[in-house]
T-cell receptor, first 112, second 114 residues
Framework: EADIYQTPRYLVIGTGKKITLECSQT?????MYWYQQDPGMELHLIHY???????EKGDLSSESTVSRIRTEHFPLTLESARPSHTSQYLC???????????FGPGTRLTVT | KNQVEQSPQSLIILEGKNCTLQCNYTVSPFSNLRWYKQDTGRGPVSLTI?????NTKSNGRYTATLDADTKQSSLHITASQLSDSASYICVVSDRGSTLGRLYFGRGTQLTVWP
């Protein structure tokens, strides 16, 4: 079982609120990722990081931002949540040598 | 356009039966193909990873095959159990970038009935 954690698991908030989704891993992995997944649809990469102070946008445009100040921590922030942000957000990490990506349990976000 | 297509979209089988899920891809260049299991409300968990030179890999009751020439893969589940009910996602990685970009299929939703 991978040691990658996400909090909160479920979040219901009102439009306009600022939120931060937490992701942390204890495996010392350099690469970390954020994916967005709607029901029945494929995962879309929205952000990734190669290491501390490195962040890049993924394939799917997202209004969220990320930071990587510590190796183990990769939080995602939405400054002003909207109903269109309602989705499941999955965090993942991988090391340099392996093909494997380890996923967290996800955060199910609902914006009303 | 790099794509990963999975079939069927959903499948219902009785406990104890076998089933086979299909994955066709157009990703090029090819690096590796992975099968993930995703339980409802959870993150995906890796079942198998196969590189170009591998054509079969097993993980318990799960056996994946890869035909890199026809760009097809299958996941065979033997003696299904209720806990096999989940979405099974095929993921293909290219080697065109240092990121090793991943292309995700939409998954096959498997339901195992008692």
């Amino acid at each position: 079982e991978a040691d990658i954690y996400q909090t909160p698991r479920y979040l219901v908030i009102g439009t306009g609120k600022k939120i931060t989704l937490e992701c942390s891993q204890t495996m010392g992995h350099d690469k970390m990722y954020w994916y967005q997944q709607d029901p029945g649809m494929e995962l879309h990469l929205i952000h990734y990081s190669y290491g501390v102070n490195s962040t890049e946008k993924g394939d799917l445009s997202s209004e969220s931002t990320v930071s990587r100040i510590r190796t183990e921590h990769f939080p995602l922030t939405l400054e002003s949540a909207r109903p269109s942000h309602t989705s499941q957000y999955l965090c993942a990490s991988s090391d340099q040598a392996r093909y494997e990506q380890y996923f967290g349990p996800g955060t199910r976000l609902t914006v009303t | 356009k790099n794509q990963v297509e999975q079939s069927p979209q959903s499948l219902i089988i009785l406990e104890g039966k076998n089933c086979t899920l299909q994955c066709n891809y157009t990703v090029s260049p090819f690096s590796n193909l992975r099968w993930y299991k995703q339980d409802t409300g959870r993150g995906p968990v890796s079942l198998t990873i196969m590189t170009f030179s591998e054509n079969t890999k097993s993980n318990g009751r799960y056996t994946a095959t890869l035909d890199a020439d026809t760009k097809q893969s299958s996941l065979h589940i033997t003696a299904s159990q209720l806990s096999d009910s989940a979405s099974y996602i095929c993921v293909v990685s290219d080697r065109g970038s240092t990121l090793g970009r991943l292309y995700f299929g939409r998954g096959t939703q498997l339901t195992v009935w008692p």
